[in-house]
């Protein structure tokens, strides 16, 4: 079973599993959990050889026992019981992607898949990178422009934004025929049509306090990394959101210029009891409800902002 993340870099990264390694079954957890919960824990479980894709799963020490295989490039501790744990992050490397990740691991030729994964989690910030080559080549050899990449990584998430779990796993077999398949889905670009406006719709109420910029917003979909991610590149400066839903709140922060390091923010959450992740310039929390507000004060407090 391939259990991986349901953005743009796990979509990508379970395709180039795929293709290296042959079809398997593929499992996203519930969309919004970076852990698995009862019901995916058991599901899991019941596959004997399990491989991790993008994701931190506090679960993987849980299924020793079973053959383990992660793959991943965000802050984790490692599981000693996995077969393999490749992580640059445990050796002290940060990469851009798990799409990276795997191209090194596997010598796999860099390709539309690993661009994908890269702009997925880096957007714009790419072109700041070395890997920044890889995409450049991909863009010639496809005969695309920057902007086809960015709005297929686009229509690739708005599957999750639309909380359309088993979609995010047929787009794993779409994104396999390629980017043009992926540009020329209907679906996916009435996925996005909608999801672009509720973004839009929050960001314009963001407030800019200065050394960050702040929100608050009530939405059902699971678009807070994104509307964190639209504000942090437009306005160039650190930006906290937190989306109140029914039954959590939802806290997202994201460092656009690495000027700070979200890593110490994801141990003070976790130290508070909650579940977080996420890399040097993001990090992401679920909280009980009416938490957000308290916990970003927490969050300002060790920014000493």
Not at 127 to 134: P, S
Not at 205 to 234: C, H, N, Q
Request: glycine share 6%.
């Amino acid at each position: 079973m391939i259990v991986h993340h349901w953005d743009t870099d796990g979509i990508t990264s379970a395709a180039i599993y795929i293709k290296l390694h042959g079809e398997d079954e593929l499992f996203t957890p519930k969309i919004g959990n970076f852990y698995l919960d009862a019901d995916d824990f058991k599901k899991v479980k019941s596959s004997q050889k399990i491989v991790i894709l993008d994701m931190n799963l506090p679960e993987a020490s849980k299924l020793c026992g079973h053959e383990i295989y992660i793959y991943d490039h965000h802050r984790a501790t490692k599981v000693e019981c996995a077969k393999e744990h490749y992580n640059p992050y445990l050796w002290g490397k940060h990469y851009p992607s798990c799409t990276t990740v795997l191209m090194e691991r596997f010598s796999y030729k860099p390709n539309y898949l690993v661009a994908l994964g890269i702009l997925g989690d880096k957007g714009p910030d790419a072109k700041k990178i070395k890997e920044w080559r890889i995409v450049e080549r991909v863009m010639s050899d496809e005969n695309l422009i920057f902007d086809d990449l960015m709005l297929a990584v686009e229509l690739l998430d708005s599957s999750f934004k639309m909380n359309k779990r088993e979609e995010v796993i047929d787009n794993v077999h779409l994104v396999l025929h390629g980017i043009t398949e992926v540009l020329e889905n209907d679906k996916l670009h009435r996925n996005l049509e909608f999801i672009s406006k509720e973004i839009e719709n929050w960001k314009q109420r963001a407030e800019d306090y200065g050394r960050y910029v702040y929100l608050e917003m009530k939405s059902p979909y699971m678009i807070i990394s994104a509307v964190t991610r639209r504000i942090a590149w437009s306005e160039h400066k650190p930006t906290i959101v937190i989306n109140h839903k029914d039954d959590r709140d939802e806290f997202y922060i994201r460092f656009p210029n690495n000027e700070y390091s979200a890593l110490t923010l994801i141990e003070v959450a976790k130290k508070m009891g909650y579940n977080a992740g996420g890399k040097r310039e993001v990090m992401g929390a679920i909280l009980p409800p009416k938490r957000g507000k308290e916990f970003a004060e927490r969050v300002l407090e060790v920014l000493g902002w």
